[in-house]
């Protein structure tokens, strides 16, 4: 069996984990390959409710490996706790398998990041100040510490003092801020070293020896697609690449080995933090309030409320085309079930009259894009017990299918529940 790739359209919380979990059944490895703990991924499960950082959404079948790859970059003291956490509600956490080639998030980290938003000022991005751009840019820079240098203390003291260099002139000199003190550091780190030290592997060859065996590896996307370093709304955007194709360098699997492609898709929208938003909703708006109180859109990681919108189909496609989606997923479509007339962003009108079918990539033209809409029917009736495409009201389906032909992307499945059994799959026609 193949790699499957689990990826967010629009700017995350898409409902990625809840997918993840829905799909991790037939896998035998679900792997992270970006991110941090930045992510909050939300499993609903016979009435249980999992909020997950770090830790793989495929967790809660017994037969499938978590693995935490390369690419994601990990706070040792958060994962352990989200283990704890797991373990006290009856999940096995002990088949968890950890890159030692992933970066470690360092208590400077997580201050720079405080700092370089609070120097911002008006300029902010509104991080979730978990301290991830400046473990990337330590990667970058060649001076990060990774998981490997936990167990031997003599590496880990040398790297540690090689980044306290620049870390604390930075910090007192730039910032004013007290040095760190290299001694109290190194202990706290170490003395996790014994915990993790089960957890830790080659996780790049059992990504292989799955693939080889004809098993189903499922890579969980963090943040997404609009979020990227690279194709987001720079700079207001992760210091990761979650697109499809990073899979490659966070995880170790080749291009090749990815044949399934399941691009999330909210079908409304919403974004923590700052930058564009071009089919954003003003503040105060009812049906923004509405998705809000329905759609429960407050942060499960910063508590932030969400901006919100309506479907940005320019973006999702977009993101169709960036990451190959193989099919989409649909999620949170009863939350728009009250609503009498839905909007869809089919394209943008620049300022100087330019009409944009794509998402344009400079910075000065998105962010004074103006949204075109089409317009649809609501259904206004409950749809939470769907089990078959036929149980959605035809207004519903045509709603579905504007994606659909718009994307040019099969719907594979559509959400209408945050619990994993909510789930419509939708036959692709003969
Ligand atoms: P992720 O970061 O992409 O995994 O998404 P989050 O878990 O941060 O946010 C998605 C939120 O929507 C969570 O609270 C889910 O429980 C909830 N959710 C997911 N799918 C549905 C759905 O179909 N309907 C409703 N009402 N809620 C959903
Ligand atoms: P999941 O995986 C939504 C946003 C932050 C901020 C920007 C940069 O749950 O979809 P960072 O701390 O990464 O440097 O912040 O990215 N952001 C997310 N927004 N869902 C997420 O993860 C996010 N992770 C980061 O709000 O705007
Ligand atoms: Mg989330």
Redesign the pocket.
Known sequence: MPGAVIV?TQW?????????DYLAKEASLCVRYQGGHN??????VDGE?F?LQLVP?GILYPWVVPVIGNGVVVDPAVLLKELEMLDGRGIETRRLRLSGNAHLIMPYHQELDRLNERYLGNAKLGTTKRGIGPAYADKAMRVGLRVQDLFDPKIFREKLDLALREKNGVLTKVYNRLPVDADELAKQYLDLAPRLEPLVDDTVHLVHEALDAQQWVLFEG???TFLDLDHGTYPFVTSSNPVSGAVCAGAGAGPRDLERIVG?V??YTTRVGAGPFPAELPEGDEVGDLLVD????F???TKRRRRTGWLDLVMVKHASRLNTCSELAI?????LSPLAELKVCVGYLGEDGTRYDHVPYHQSIIHKVKPIYETFPGWQSDI?RAERLDDLPPEAREYVRFIEDYTGVHVSF?????ARD??VVLPRAA
């Open positions: 967010g995350g919380d898409e409902g990625k984990g809840r997918f993840t992510a909050g991924h939300t499993l609903v409710v909020k959404s963090a943040q997404a999330v909210k079908a329905r759609g429960a859109e942060g499960t990681n999620t949170k479509l009863d939350v939470e559509v959400s209408v529940g945050p909510q789930t």
